[in-house]
């Protein structure tokens, strides 16, 4: 089947609302994705039919519940071509498996040791290694971000040596929508022996990933911006590491033995999946994975493409507009600034016409900070996202832009 937007747009109901008397057009997806309905009904499904915990009942719901929040297991598994299942760990989001990540990587590093994370982090991808190099006495350094928005790779090389025990980087900045080359480097940082997790929360919908091909260590990202719930994420990890590093949280599901005064730890994925995991958003999410798998993705990422082009061809007109970022590879989010009007009465103004922005610093004050702004306005796009949104996105601007003058 090839990639027809109309109807990609049929199967998500909240793109019929209207927002004071105008179509909604949401531009808000790198903040979070809307979702099919087949991702519903998994949820409601579950709810109405097989609510049950998993892995320790004796009964019907709980075999039939296991089934499912397994199987998902599976989907992710085959979506990220993970070499074993084992290595596949339920979190939370994004921010609980980077956290899963420092909390193992923390108490093993020491002084003498560095670390390396870059200027376009979103906060969850920078304070946790910032943390971890504080708390360990290890150093911390980051690859500055040049003007065009891409990393500056001669410095990132430069700051490569034989003590630099860790790197972290996003796959796609959340503030930029910036591809970053994440095979080249991964090949740079294994090249000094450095552990490597790319931050996938934005790369994840945006080309997706093939954690062998790429060769990092970890990848990290949330169910919510692949059209699957909230509360629900992966972090995937080689299982040498995962399964020798330090547990995250200690409690049930996770031990194998416990006596008054000790305990030993389970085998992965549960020695990393302490307490009754969130089984409905898991399946939920392994149907949103088997939805978007089964989308003509070639077609979805020219369509993408296709609506960036215009994009910056239509920002080029608008007079006093300064866009945040022009990578050449350049993915879901178109950041700008303009000369009258604080980001968030943009947002403001448009939301007024039924648009669905987001603005501020994206959680990314480090790279406000370089661009020298307090904040962007964003917006973000997702496979049901169509030219005329992109021409009735400028067209509302230019209203702004009067009201504001
Ligand atoms: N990293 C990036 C690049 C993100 O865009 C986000 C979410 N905006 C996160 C990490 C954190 O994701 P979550 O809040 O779902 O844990």
């Given at each position: 089947m090839s990639f027809d937007v109309a109807l990609v747009r049929e199967q998500f109901p909240i793109l019929k609302r209207e927002i004071d008397g105008n179509p909604l057009i949401y531009l808000d997806n790198a903040a979070t994705t809307q979702k099919p309905q087949c991702v519903i009904d998994a949820l409601v499904a579950y709810y109405t039919e097989c609510n049950s915990n998993v892995h320790r009942g004796a009964h019907r719901l709980a075999d039939e519940a296991t089934r499912k929040f397994e199987a998902a297991r599976d989907i992710v598994k085959h979506f990220i071509n993970a070499p074993k299942r084992e290595e596949v760990?339920?979190?939370?989001?994004?921010?609980?498996?980077?956290?899963?990540?420092?909390?193992?990587?923390?108490?093993?590093?020491?002084?003498?040791?560095?670390?390396?994370?870059?200027?376009?982090?979103?906060?969850?991808?920078?304070?946790?290694?910032?943390?971890?190099?504080?708390?360990s006495g290890a150093t911390f350094h980051t690859v500055p971000v040049t003007e065009q928005g891409e990393l500056d790779l001669e410095v990132y090389q430069s700051l490569l040596n034989s003590n630099t025990k860790f790197v972290a980087f996003p796959h796609v900045s959340n503030a930029l929508g910036t591809l970053n080359p994440i095979k080249e480097l991964t090949a740079m940082a294994k090249a000094v022996g450095a552990w490597v997790l790319v931050d996938g929360a934005q790369g994840i919908a945006h080309g997706g990933v093939d954690v062998q091909e790429v060769g990092c260590d970890f990848y990290a990202f949330s169910g919510h911006k692949i059209y699957g719930p909230m509360g629900i994420g992966i972090l995937w990890g080689r299982e040498e590491l995962l399964s020798e590093w330090p547990v995250w949280q200690t409690g049930g599901e996770m031990i194998a033995t416990v006596t008054l005064q000790d305990a030993t730890w389970n085998v992965l994925p549960y020695r990393l999946e302490a307490g009754t995991p969130n089984v409905g958003d898991a399946i939920a999410l392994g149907e949103a994975i088997r939805w978007f798998s089964e989308l003509d993705l070639v077609g979805a990422a020219a369509h993408e493409q296709a609506l960036i082009a215009r994009a910056t061809e239509l920002a080029q007109e608008v007079e006093g507009l300064r866009m945040i970022g022009q990578a050449r590879h350049k993915v879901g989010a178109f950041s700008f600034v303009m000369s009258e009007g604080h980001p968030a009465d943009i947002g403001f103004l448009l939301d007024r016409q039924g648009i669905a922005i987001r603005t501020g610093d994206h959680c990314a004050q480090p790279l406000m900070n370089r661009f020298g702004v307090p904040g962007t306005a964003r917006m973000s796009f997702a496979v049901y996202n169509t030219l005329e949104e992109v021409e009735a996105f400028f067209k509302a601007l230019r209203k702004v832009q009067m009201m504001l003058a």
């Open positions: 760990i339920w979190t939370k989001g994004t921010t609980e498996g980077i956290n899963i990540v420092a909390n193992g990587l923390g108490k093993l590093l020491k002084p003498g040791d560095e670390v390396i994370a870059t200027g376009m982090e979103h906060h969850a991808n920078i304070v946790t290694w910032q943390q971890a190099c504080k708390a």
